[in-house]
């Protein structure tokens, strides 16, 4: 599996991607930041992929990241 930049936009905080692989038919990835107040911001990221056989592991493993960006995000705030 091989993964190609689609996108790439620093002033609205958005990148896209896509995989390439014999198994994947259809791969479209993207994660943006929204502000959210002061001090804080909301990541969205959509994962969309072909054959839908594939969406179950992708969740599981969307949803096990989740906790190590929050992590990582956390330990790298500066305290105020």
């Given at each position: 599996?091989?993964?190609?930049?689609?996108?790439?936009?620093e002033?609205?905080?958005?990148?896209?991607?896509?995989?390439?692989?014999?198994?994947?038919?259809?791969?479209?990835?993207?994660?943006?930041?929204?502000?959210?107040?002061?001090?804080?911001?909301?990541?969205?990221?959509?994962?969309?992929?072909?054959?839908d056989?594939?969406?179950?592991?992708?969740a599981?493993?969307?949803?096990?990241?989740?906790p190590?960006?929050?992590?990582?995000l956390?330990?790298?705030?500066?305290?105020?």
């Open positions: 599996m091989r993964e190609r930049l689609i996108a790439r936009d002033q609205s905080r958005r990148i896209v991607w896509g995989w390439l692989g014999d198994e994947v038919t259809h791969d479209n990835t993207f994660m943006q930041v929204f502000a959210e107040g002061e001090g804080r911001s909301r990541l969205v990221w959509i994962h969309d992929t072909l054959p056989e594939l969406g179950a592991w992708l599981v493993a969307m949803d096990q990241l989740v190590v960006f929050q992590q990582t956390a330990s790298q705030a500066k305290p105020t």
